[in-house]
């Protein structure tokens, strides 16, 4: 891709084809670096030479396809131009993938990307061998969004890996994969992945033109892409939507989106996102829908829980004791007896507290964990309830808040309750209802303002769209939704034309329709 | 200067914010109850029909400059510096109306809800959140409403369903029915439910015309405007049933009053707070879509798009909600007496129809030089 061009460094001269120069200008490049090799071979009767990164390359692989055809050769070929070059690699590396390059920057670009360049005296031209190795991580299961029944594995570090994993799953030419080269100091490789008629043809543009207009130094996370592309990075909702699954971004390839992975990390985004995405888990789909539907409710119910419990409470036990019944407001007024601070303080502590064992959880070394929930569950939620300090409602609620805000199947959007919680408990502490609710109506304004990649982030419950009702709150059964989502403006609309249920036909079908076989009379 | 930027609703949107800003006040305060008393649904019905054919003319205007609002409209019809004046004082109009219904609102938190917050506070409050949503623009707006809307009427559901658990509902109040005549129910009949709030959607104009689909614009004007009217209708004698006329009429907030009355096992128990802040959603389109209007009126004058305006103009419209009256009862009293005949008759019934009878006579007389062909039409002036 042409954006990689800023990168690469090395003359554009063609080739002159003298070894020296070429050792000259590598070592000039590349300085002491010690992974540099650069080797003389003979071909035919020419000196040659090969160069290539030693930790990334496979040195099994080098063997396989550059040292042993290299021996096979006989030993009066004679290399004289470009053409007899291309030739020969075409005999001698054929099967294997391997380019033919003319200028020293290109051999430079090959040899970062993991190839291997043999330059051949006299000739103008170079052939690089991909002999890509290195460590990398085996398949293993997602950590971050795991799952009981589905496939079990996960996007790993290596894109090539990943690549294959999608592919493998989509068994279709028209998958399409796009490369750029992003970060001047990484130069990292980053894939533009789509489904070519099936994907908007206007989403796809506006996401290859975001990407190649990314200036930046490095890469090494689609975090970092992230922010570049999002249509608005002053919010706290995430506008695109970044998983670990396979399984989650095919599905998301064929009902029209577009993926971009990064080299590096196990994570890939796909765009266009709505809101509804981050309520919906893979799992979903591989049990039956009447589970899948329920689930999604209690993540709408959690996720409120998590954005609005504490300020409610702060709220209705600040300002308005009347919505609660008697009996119940009478125990809960008693508990508060000694607590000696007002609820939104000791909402605020709670929340606080809470927090900052959330985040001590995740940083700490796995050998300490224990300590934590040690510490936290009994420290702080007994002994504070005990001395007096924190009402025992509160800890039921602030708890309830906590374990709501882990339902989200997408771990990064309970951020945005976590944040905006802070904001509804003043306002309820301040204003009570009053304020929790028209922060609430800011929230959703907020959200309605939202757009990713063009589609409103609500969509399709903001502007409204029936066709897409039925996998937003509740799912359908498979065999009933015919259409790809429309608010995605997919350039192939139809999934599945003539798909009906696979209940038998009614027990006693009506005049002139077919009987079942094998009926009796 | 720029060329202000067009969003367009679409017609389901449309739908929604009719149906919000009809119903948004219209169902809290209860207007006409003192009056109407046992009788108020049936006025509210005749106030539903007779304001049917209001949005019938607004449509109408409408669908006879297709793709023009209401500012262009009138300098269509009125010429340049007629329609100014008229632009500026629809303007005012809007900004004022704005205000009051601001005022309702507030006036009936600190009644209801938060007793001992002052009414700058919250006015400054609601004020700062419009202003936030109408910088958003239209389609945010649409969007928001759009969100809101089922909540909206679950509750207005669930208010029904809760009474008729609680055995609330005794329907021997709505009885007599026309009781002392037609009089009483013809008095609050004209201006006051014809123009609160069918009359109001003169605002309207200023958004309708930028739709999706024009073509179903006056359709789901039409539907939305006799759904709102279906449920004032049923939620007056909803409340009459429930509290007797005699109550609603004396009652400033009826609804209220009813949804206190709600109890069922101990349990749900005064929600009356609740729906408040439900009916706060209609409240804030009602507020908003007035607000707009005045600031897409400035734009109109001015040629600068109205964002600019939003933040000062916004805190004007809040200072004016405090200041227009100095208690509630004023507040009423001017709505009830002054505001209905002196502002709503004439910028909601009387400058509409003349800018209906100049564009059909404009729509005449084209149609003439179509027919006769030019020179003869100008033989015969001559």
């Given at each position: 891709m042409d954006s990689g061009e800023r990168y690469r460094s090395g003359s554009?001269?063609?080739?002159?084809?003298s070894l020296e120069e070429c050792r000259r200008e590598f070592n000039e490049l590349?300085?002491?670096?010690?992974?540099l090799r650069l080797e003389e071979l003979q071909i035919g009767q020419k000196q040659a030479m090969l160069c290539y990164?030693?930790?990334?390359?496979d040195a099994q692989l080098l063997t396989q396809r550059v040292l042993q055809p290299i021996g096979q050769l006989p030993s009066d070929q004679s290399v004289a131009g470009t053409d007899e070059l291309e030739m020969l690699c075409a005999r001698?590396?054929?099967?294997s993938a391997h380019i033919i390059i003319q200028t020293n920057q290109d051999a430079v670009q090959k040899m970062l990307e993991g190839y291997s360049v043999i330059f051949i005296e006299g000739v103008g031209a170079a052939v690089a061998v991909f002999t890509e190795g290195g460590g990398q991580r085996g398949?293993?299961?997602?950590?971050?969004q795991t799952i009981v029944?589905?496939?079990k594995d996960g996007f790993v570090e290596d894109l090539r890996t990943n690549l294959s994993l999608l592919r493998k799953r989509i068994r279709n030419h028209k998958l399409r994969i796009e490369t750029f080269t992003i970060g001047t100091d990484t130069g990292t490789n980053v894939c533009l992945v789509y489904m070519k008629s099936i994907a908007n043809e206007g989403i796809v543009d506006e996401a290859r033109k975001r990407l190649s207009d990314i200036h930046t130094?490095?890469?090494?996370?689609t975090g970092n892409i992230e922010e570049f592309i999002?249509?608005?990075?002053?919010?706290?909702?995430?506008t695109v939507y970044s998983t670990e699954r396979p399984d989650a971004v095919s599905a998301h390839l064929v009902s029209g989106k577009a993926a971009i992975l990064v080299d590096g990390t196990p994570f890939a985004i796909t765009l266009?996102?709505?809101?509804n995405d981050f309520m919906v888990a893979p799992e979903d789909y591989y049990q039956s829908f009447l589970m899948g539907s329920f689930l999604r409710f209690i993540r709408y119910l959690s996720f409120m829980f998590a954005l609005m419990l504490p300020s409610l409470y702060v709220s209705v036990i600040t300002?308005?004791?009347?919505?609660?019944?008697t009996p119940l407001l009478i125990s809960v007024i008693a508990q508060r007896e000694?607590?000696?601070?007002p609820a939104v303080v000791e909402a605020f502590l709670m929340e606080v507290t809470f927090e900052i064992l959330r985040e001590a959880g995740v940083r700490m070394?796995?050998?300490?964990?224990g300590t934590i929930s040690i510490v936290g569950g009994l420290v702080i939620g007994q002994a504070a309830v005990e001395a007096g300090i924190i009402s025992n409602t509160m800890v039921i609620v602030v708890a309830l808040t906590a374990i709501s805000s882990f339902?989200?199947?997408?771990?990064?959007?309970s951020i945005s309750s976590r944040l905006l919680r802070f904001g509804l408990i003043v306002l309820g502490g301040v204003f009570g209802l009053y304020g929790v609710f028209l922060g609430l109506m800011v929230m959703v304004g907020h959200l309605c303002s939202l757009r990713s990649f063009g589609v409103p982030y609500l969509a399709p419950i903001a502007p409204f769209i029936l066709k897409d009702?039925?996998?937003?709150?509740f799912r359908l059964p498979?065999?009933?939704?015919?259409?790809?989502?429309?608010m995605l403006k997919p350039?192939?609309?139809?999934?599945?034309?003539?798909?009906?249920?696979?209940s038998p036909p009614p027990?006693?079908?009506?005049?002139g329709k077919s009987k079942r076989k094998g009926d009796p009379s | 200067m720029t060329t202000p930027l067009l969003e367009r609703i679409s017609i389901w949107q449309l739908f929604v914010l009719v149906f919000l800003f009809q119903v948004g006040s219209a169902i809290v305060v209860?207007?006409?109850?003192?009056?109407?008393?046992?009788d108020l649904w049936i006025a509210e019905l005749m106030g539903c029909s007779i304001g049917l054919v209001l949005v019938l003319i607004y449509v109408y205007i409408l669908r006879l400059k297709p793709g023009s609002s209401l500012y262009d409209i009138l300098s269509v019809t009125f010429g340049r510096w007629l329609a100014t004046l008229f632009a500026v004082l629809y303007i005012l109009y809007f900004f004022y109306i704005a205000g009051r219904v601001l005022r309702d609102f507030t006036e009936l938190l600190i009644i209801d809800?938060?007793?001992?917050?002052p009414l700058e506070i919250v006015t400054l409050l609601f004020i700062l959140t419009v202003i936030y949503m109408v910088y958003m623009g239209m389609e945010v707006l649409g969007r928001m409403s759009e969100t809101f809307v089922p909540y909206f009427i679950t509750f207005v559901l669930l208010i029904t369903l809760f009474l008729i658990a609680g055995q609330d509902?005794?329907?021997?109040?709505?009885?007599?029915?026309l009781g002392d005549g037609w009089d009483p129910v013809m008095k609050v009949v004209f201006p006051e439910l014809i123009t609160f709030p069918?009359?109001?959607?003169?605002?309207l104009m200023v958004i309708m015309?930028?739709?999706?689909h024009p073509g179903y614009m006056p359709l789901t004007a039409l539907l939305a405007t006799i759904l709102s009217g279906a449920v004032l209708s049923y939620h007056s004698g909803l409340m009459v049933a429930v509290l007797g006329g005699d109550m609603v009429a004396r009652s400033t907030f009826p609804l209220l009053s009813v949804v206190r009355e709600i109890s069922i096992?101990?349990?749900?128990?005064?929600?009356d707070a609740l729906v408040v802040f439900i009916m706060m959603v209609g409240i804030f389109v009602k507020v908003s879509l007035f607000f707009y209007g005045g600031l897409k009126g400035l734009e109109f004058l001015t040629?600068?798009?109205?964002r600019h305006f939003v933040l000062p103009c916004g805190l004007m419209v809040g200072f004016l909600s405090i200041i227009i009256a100095g208690n509630f009862a004023e507040h009423i009293e001017e709505g009830v007496e002054i505001v209905p005949v002196f502002l709503h008759v004439p910028f909601q019934i009387i400058i509409p129809v003349l800018m209906l009878a100049v564009l059909l006579i404009q729509r005449w007389r084209q149609r003439r030089v179509k027919r006769h062909g030019f020179r003869r039409t100008l033989q015969k002036w001559k």
């Open positions: 554009d001269r063609p080739l002159t084809g590349f300085g002491e670096t010690k992974d990164l030693l930790t990334i390359t001698m590396l054929g099967g398949i293993q299961e997602p950590t971050t029944k589905g496939p130094n490095a890469i090494f996370e999002a249509d608005k990075t002053l919010t706290p909702f995430p266009p996102t709505v809101f300002y308005h004791h009347e919505l609660i019944p000694g607590v000696p601070f070394p796995r050998a300490v964990g339902v989200a199947p997408y771990y990064i959007f009702q039925k996998d937003i709150f498979v065999w009933a939704s015919k259409l790809r989502p429309q350039a192939g609309a139809v999934k599945q034309q003539e798909s009906e249920s696979p027990m006693y079908p009506s005049e | 209860g207007a006409g109850a003192a009056d109407a008393k046992q809800v938060l007793p001992e917050t509902i005794k329907l021997e109040n709505l009885l007599p029915v069918y009359g109001e959607t003169v605002v015309a930028h739709t999706t096992a101990n349990f749900i128990e005064r929600l040629r600068i798009p109205y």
